[in-house]
Structures are given as C-alpha cells and as structure tokens.
C-alpha cells in the first residue's frame, strides 16, 4: 500500500524538553495516570471530516489544503486513498479511534441505491484497514446538512419526502457503524432548527424529531446495535435557532419526549463557547445529570462569533476538562474526538500533525494537571466547607424534604442575624494556577 505522508515517521514521545516539533512533549500513552494510562484515559480519536475530507475553505475563499491526494478526480478512488492516509495517519500519531460521517468516507451516487453501493465498498475496506491497522471506530453518523435536499432540515424538514430519505440515510448508518463496530452513535441536527417562525410550524418539528429519535432506538434495537445514543449540541450557526442549542435544552427535550433513557450527549467545546457557557460548565452539567457521554475537542476564538475548530492549545480549559471527566469516572465508551481543523494558511500535510500533536499534548498536559488538582482536595474540601449549613439544623430539614414554608418563616423569624462568607474565588483561581504551573 502507497505511503501518503512519506516525510513524516511515527511520532514518538521526547519529553517537555524536546525541541521536536514532531514530537509529543506530555502525552507519553503508556504513562500511568489516575490508575489508567493516558492512552486508556484519553481515548484520542481522529475526526475524518476535518483531516481527511477539509479543504481549508472558508465564506471568503476556495480550499487551500496540499494533500497528497489533491488531483485525484475519481470519487470511489479518491475515497480510497483517503481511507489509506486516515489509517497511516492514525497509525503514526498513535491514535486508537475515529469518528466520521456517512458522506466523508463515500461519495454520493446518483440515487440512493448507488450511493448505499459506493458505502458498502467503502466500509468494506475500512474493515480490512482496521483490522491491519488495530484501529476502532468511536463513533458514526449521518451527514444531513451538506446537500441542498436538506435545506429545511431532515428530520425537521417540512418536506416528507426529505424525512423519509433522512430516515433511510440514518437507517444504513446504522448498519454500517454496527458493522464496524462503532461504540457510539450520534445526531449531530446541523440544520434542525429555524430561521423565522413566520413560516415554521415549530410544535410539529419538534414532535417529528422526537419520532426520529424514537424510530431510531428502534431499529437499533432490531439490528442489536447495542452502542450508545448521542445528541450533540450546537447553537445557532447554521440555522439561528437550533432545537439542540445545549446541553440543557437537549435534556429537555429528551425528558419530555421520553427519550431520556436512550440518549446521553456529546459536547463539542467550540459549541459550548457559541452558547454562551464555558466547556466545563456544559460537561458539568452532564456529568452531574448522568448523561454525560463523549467529547469533541478543539477549541473557538474568542474574538470571532462563529465555529472556528481550533486545536485546542489552552492549558486551563483541558485542566478544568479533565477534572470534570475525573469526577465521571472516566469518558468511556465516548472519547476525545479531534473535531478541530489546522488554519486555512495551515495548508501543508505536514500541519496536520502539528496540529494534533498540540491538541494532545495540551490534553494530556491537563489530565495530569487535573489528577493532580483531585488528589489535593483543596477544591473539594472548600465547596464541602462552603456547603456545611446544608448538613445540620435547618439546612440538613431542607436537604432531607423535613421543612415547609411555615417552618422557613419561623426559623427567619428567629434569626436575627445572617452572615454570609467569602466565596474566595480568586484563591481558588490561584490554587489551580500553582497546580498548573508546579506539573
């Protein structure tokens, strides 16, 4: 099989004090972390789309990647080279899983038929490159946002032709993340949502989806996929108003369509960032809500409002991430998936491992970081202390279900002096800063 990144070998780890671009400075994957690797810790996965399919476009520019497969002008072979590169790829940078749509690994045909046929042969020899490779497959979903059917949405769509088509593309999806052994499914609604309401029946949208979701459940029970159900949340951008905007709104949704037990979600940090909450606090809000599944890493600029897709590189939101991801028990059976780009000026092969060889390594950095910030306890022990009057006298009867309005009434009555203490936020701040900077 050709070689496609000839100039670049397996990239080994040299320690914090390598000078090596080409080398990994604090992921070390045998290293032992909270009990676990930072291989079995981390679960790294590369995301398709943005290294094997993006071609650096933006709403001002043509693609301005150099690949080595740019030229190639055959669909189904063009698909296949890319399938060898996204193997050799993983394979020299050490990471254990992808992740990608439908329409990344397969093009379109000029049916249906056609287009399941291209999937089939594609997925096919994925198999044997996976098996060759060692290599897993994190999760799989279905593209329904790229092609112009979808322009009112899929399973939102006001259009039934499109749902019925939308439900059949999620049907071979299915089939083929089965049969590859995808441990995670997920629904990403690029475009489920709406620009106005002067033309949007938004009651029945919503209704739709639920059935989706619901058919979807099913047929996985049919075909025994037994890998966990996704949601990944996203504001805005493309459609103003998206019905999974967070991980908030997602739980709504699924609590009162009944699909609560089925899914759990997959936070992307640049779609926190765009929402208007940090990465941390949308994990939080999973994790404390017991649906708290996988993750996608990159990270926003602050001073563009839109989905940029960076690497991430900041070494205080991958401490406060991992910290979180500690207090789970873990990510498994979800992982970190790269969903991050290298910059349009980014353009050679060559960036692509740069780029992830950042983003692991700030990750990596972080998770040691944070076991680290976890066995001191400081930030426990002040939430714990700053919490205390929850654990006895009248506190402890509001916890406990023990009190009423009444009772409140009398107990304020009789207290005649109330006196709050400091939240201290600024010493905490400095206490994950000496952590940061004594690793």
């Not at 291989?39 to 301005?64: I, N």
């Not at 150099?66 to 060898?84: C, Q, S, V, Y």
């Not at 999974?244 to 609590?255: C, E, P, Q, R, S």
């Not at 506190?395 to 107990?411: C, H, P, R, S, W």
């Amino acid at each position: 099989m050709t070689e496609h990144f000839t100039n670049i070998s397996k990239i080994k780890y040299e320690g914090k004090d390598s000078k090596n671009p080409l080398a990994f400075k604090y992921y070390n994957p045998e290293e032992i972390v909270g009990g676990k690797t930072m291989k079995e810790q981390l679960r790294f996965t590369m995301s398709y789309w943005h290294t094997l399919t993006g071609e650096g476009q933006d709403p001002f520019g043509v693609g301005t990647m150099e690949r080595p497969w740019t030229g190639e002008k055959d669909a189904m072979k063009l698909a296949k080279i890319r399938m060898e590169a996204a193997f050799e790829f993983m394979d020299k940078l050490g990471i254990d899983y992808f992740a990608f749509h439908d329409r990344d690994i397969a093009p379109e045909g000029k049916d249906l038929a056609e287009t399941n046929k291209n999937l089939d042969e594609i997925v096919a020899y994925c198999k044997e490159l996976m098996e060759r490779y060692n290599k897993k497959l994190l999760w799989g979903t279905a593209n329904m946002f790229s092609n112009p059917r979808f322009v009112h949405g899929a399973a939102t769509t006001c259009n039934a032709d499109v749902y019925a088509y939308a439900g059949a593309q999620v049907k071979k999806a299915l089939e083929i993340t089965k049969e590859l052994g995808g441990e995670n499914y997920v629904f990403w609604g690029g475009r489920e949502g709406y620009e106005t309401l002067l033309n949007t029946d938004m009651k029945l949208e919503q209704d739709n989806l639920a059935r989706f979701f619901h058919m979807a459940v099913d047929y996985a029970k049919k075909i025994d996929f037994t890998g966990q159900f996704l949601i990944e949340p996203k504001p805005k951008e493309p459609t103003k108003h998206q019905y999974d905007f967070d991980v908030a709104t997602v739980m709504a949704f699924l609590k009162k369509y009944d699909l609560d037990k089925y899914f759990k979600v997959n936070i992307e940090a640049n779609h926190a960032t765009l929402a208007g909450h940090t990465f941390q606090h949308e994990v939080a809000l999973a994790r404390i809500n017991g649906i708290l599944g996988s993750l996608d890493i990159n990270q926003g600029d602050m001073l563009l409002g839109w989905d940029t897709d960076q690497f991430p590189t900041n070494i205080y939101d991958a401490t406060l991430l991992m910290y979180e991801v500690f207090k789970n028990g873990g990510i498994a059976p979800g992982g970190l998936n790269f969903d991050a780009k290298v910059r349009r000026a980014s353009f050679e092969a060559e960036d692509l491992f740069l780029g992830y060889i950042a983003g692991m390594d700030t990750l990596a950095k972080g998770l040691k970081v944070a076991h680290k910030l976890l066995q001191g306890g400081e930030l426990e022990k002040f939430v714990e202390d700053r919490y205390k009057s929850f654990t006895e006298g009248i506190g402890k009867d509001i916890v406990e279900g023990k009190t009423n309005f009444e009772a409140l009434e009398q107990y304020a009555l009789n207290n005649s002096c109330i006196k709050n203490k400091s939240g201290r936020q600024e010493m905490l701040e400095a206490i994950l800063n000496q952590y940061i900077f004594n690793e």
